[in-house]
DNA sequence: TCAATCCGTATC
DNA sequence: ATACGGATTGAC
């Protein structure tokens, strides 16, 4: 493991132990004498009368326990972990109970629980120093984390749910464990045996597996995280693994389905219905199951003896929450593997430069294909050049196809499916290099260049300096070129391309899961790719230069990660598979392209972070960003009293995702236009500076600052 | 002298 | 947030 966070976790281990422990004792003596219990209120539980509450106000100085009496009627309900209801400030709002103790630190009269919701110990020990860790790495309240890892109660799931696991699953937890299954696609990968043997072991390994592309279930990776877990149960072990959306749960319950047959694993996903999922996270809870499949929220799902943590695809921005303190999926399930001793495994068909510098700091081991393997797994890739060999007639100029991709797919659909990929809708505009189209980055912070309006000089979008004179990075170049994007190529277009072939299409909103092997085209936004019976026998990778250009950091990253994911779809270039990429630039070899071309994600991965090291770029330092009117900005910033070695980027004008690049966002009331302003600071001066920033949040909860300003840590994942 | 009001602080 | 206390202000 890494060693930048190590002091964080220990630190906050012990204050967990501090707060959590059931009978813990403070380090210091308590000066309290016994509290007084007014006469006038039921008579306190004779063991551990005080109770440490975690009250759910949502005020960032308010964020730690309060401690309360407990009635002996509550005596056995009022357990650690429970949900309760306490008076706090005069009015009743609900909490957890963190620990109870048998003496009170408070030295003044404590007020009784007012009621136990449930006796259901919602909130385990090890979820509870989990939300510690997590709310401390993103300045955010534990409140706030243990609301995104707690579901909200539904009480008819609670009662119909037995207590006790059902006789056949008692049965299958006291019987002889499950038999390892066979390695199946680990097979693949010369690291592969060895990591599901100490995965076996109860050892905890932590890899980053570049997977295979492939459906076949020799390689496919949803059956390969199936192995996992069922390898980690056999060793006594529960398995938790994430995968970005509902699709992808479907196809890991399938192959968890097929290895550990009924009952042994439940799947959590946001569109079960609140019956259902309550009762899946309680089977959890309770210790039913062992095993869970599930989207970004099921990272925090209490699974009991827990050995493996695995998530699919960490650059894909769905793996962060929405919600404050927008963890990562990736931070919490590597704290969870810290807490828990548990083993790390982070698969895709690429690598992000996040997992990329954990491999370089040892903290993961690389887990991938010797090259003869990829190059016969992965599809052949072809380079079409950027309007230079475009049908100048005939069907494809209607489609708007260079030459070589309309051969490709007219003489592929003689043998299958051809996927169509086509870049999503939306996108900002940005600027690059004329001469060598690389992305326009600021002189000064290495920010992306954007032209703010029509006529006004190239501006970074974090610093907000004018790049008066422009000069290219990587080729000297003095001028820039605008990036417009978003054209889309509609399916009646490439229908008439090939005439009599059926076109089905599939996009956000209206995605379609699979199609059959019969030849036909499938177009499909980024992200929105089927799966074809026995893989595409081409795939068409259209305007590349759009995803290229996207003027978020991970631009390249972004771009690869959605090309292999639909390239990964296609037959592999022993069956004649084949991806041509349309509308690169032609001028310079981009690393881009060639890892691609190449198929060697690991490489790319590897320049990338290089890159970010070099221009202090995240992940190799932290960054945070603070939102909001200008004024309390600024006054926010002196109160953060932040250290001499943060860097401050900007003030500049803030705009929303998604929003028009031109629309300069208002806060509500006051119509002020709302401002960004960056903070960087080294790995290591990371916790510091988070630090800072909960203790500005704090002190402008107390002191009722009316503006708000938005703090968020890693504001780069998944914004760009 | 007392009540109304403002401000700061604690909330167990 | 809301409640409370202490200080401050203003009218009798």
Redesign the pocket.
């Known amino acids: 493991m890494g060693s930048d966070a190590n002091d964080a976790v220990s630190e906050q281990l012990s204050l967990v132990r501090e707060v959590a422990s059931p009978r813990g004792r403070s380090r210091r003596p308590s000066t309290s004498t016994r509290s007084k219990v007014p006469s006038s209120v039921p008579q306190a539980a004779e063991v551990d009368p005080v109770a ?2 975690l ?1 759910e ?3 960032p ?2 964020d ?6 407990v009635p002996a009627s509550m005596a056995d309900l009022a357990v650690p972990g429970a949900r309760v209801k ?6 009743d709002v609900d909490g957890y109970v963190l620990a109870r103790a048998a003496k ?9 629980l007012r009621k136990v919701v449930s006796p259901e110990a919602v909130l385990t020990p090890e979820v509870l120093a989990l939300s510690y860790l997590i709310a401390s790495r993103y300045a955010g309240t534990l409140a706030d984390v243990v609301r995104l890892a707690v579901p909200s109660r539904h009480a008819k799931a609670e009662k119909n749910l037995p207590m006790e696991a059902s006789p056949a699953q008692k049965g299958a937890a006291t019987s002889p464990r499950p038999a390892a299954p066979e390695p199946g696609p680990w097979g693949n990968y010369p690291a592969g045996t060895s990591f599901l043997r100490h995965l076996a072991a109860g050892d905890a390994p932590a890899a980053s597996w570049l997977a295979l592309p492939g459906q076949a279930s020799d390689v496919d990776w949803p059956v390969a995280l199936a192995v996992a877990a069922a390898t980690c149960l056999a060793g006594g072990r529960g398995a938790l693994l994430v995968v970005p959306d509902h699709r992808d749960v479907d196809r890991v319950d399938a192959a968890l389905q097929g290895l550990l047959g009924a009952g042994q694993h439940v799947c959590l996903t946001a569109d079960q219905g609140p019956q259902a999922r309550y009762t899946a996270w309680l089977k959890v809870l309770r210790g039913h199951v062992r095993c869970v499949v599930g989207t970004r929220a099921a990272m925090f799902a209490p699974v009991h003896d827990l050995g493996l943590v695995a998530w699919w695809d960490d650059g894909d921005d769905v793996l962060v929450e929405q919600r404050a303190p927008y963890p990562h999926v990736r931070e919490v399930l590597r704290a969870r593997a810290r807490l828990e001793g548990a083993a790390v495994l982070t698969g895709g068909f690429t690598r992000t430069t996040s997992v990329q510098r954990w491999v370089e700091t040892g903290e993961v081991r690389s887990v991938c294909a010797d090259e003869p393997t990829r190059r016969l797994a992965a599809p052949r890739v072809v380079v079409a050049g950027e309007g230079t060999d475009l049908e100048r007639d005939g069907a494809a100029a209607h489609a708007h196809l260079p030459s070589a991709a309309w051969r490709a797919a007219k003489s592929a659909l003689e043998h299958g499916p051809v996927l169509i990929q086509v870049p999503r809708r939306g996108y900002l505009p940005s600027l690059a290099c004329q001469t060598c189209r690389a992305p326009a980055r600021c002189a000064r912070c290495h920010g992306p260049l954007a032209l703010n309006s029509a006529d006004s000089a190239p501006t970074c979008r974090w610093c907000g300096t004018a790049a008066a004179a422009f000069e290219c990075a990587s080729c000297g170049g003095r001028t820039v070129r605008s990036t417009v994007v978003g054209s889309r190529r509609t399916a009646e277009e490439l229908g008439r391309a090939f005439p009599g072939v059926s076109v089905h299409t599939s996009s956000a909103g209206d995605v379609l899961r699979s199609v059959s092997g019969e030849p036909s085209l499938v177009i499909a936004t980024q992200g929105a790719e089927p799966i074809a019976e026995n893989g595409y026998a081409a795939t068409l990778l259209l305007d590349a230069w759009a995803s290229m250009a996207r003027p978020t950091l991970d631009a390249s990253e972004e771009a690869l990660r959605r090309w292999l994911a639909a390239a990964a779809l296609t037959r592999g270039a022993s069956q004649g598979g084949v991806t041509v990429l349309c509308g690169a630039p032609m001028h310079t070899t981009l690393p881009l392209v060639e890892a691609l071309v190449r198929w060697d994600p690991s490489w790319f991965a590897a320049r990338e972070l290089a890159e970010r090291v070099e221009l202090c770029l995240p992940p190799a330092v932290r960054m945070a960003q603070l939102v909001g009117g200008r004024v309390a900005v600024q006054r926010a910033v002196e109160m953060a009293a932040l250290a001499e070695s943060v860097e401050q980027l900007g003030p500049l004008p803030w705009t929303s995702a998604g929003s028009k690049a031109d629309t300069v966002q208002m806060t509500a009331k006051e119509s002020m236009p709302k401002i960004q302003l960056l903070l960087r600071v080294s790995l290591d001066e990371g916790p510091a500076l988070t630090a800072a920033l909960t203790r500005m949040k704090a002190l402008r ?4 600052e ?1 503006e708000p300003v938005g703090v968020r840590v890693d504001p780069m994942d998944g914004l760009g």
């Open positions: 440490r509450v009250v106000v949502g005020l100085h308010l730690r326990p309060f401690e309360y009496f306490v008076r706090f400030a005069g009015q009170a630190e408070h030295e003044g009269t404590l007020a009784p909860s107390a002191r009722k009316r």
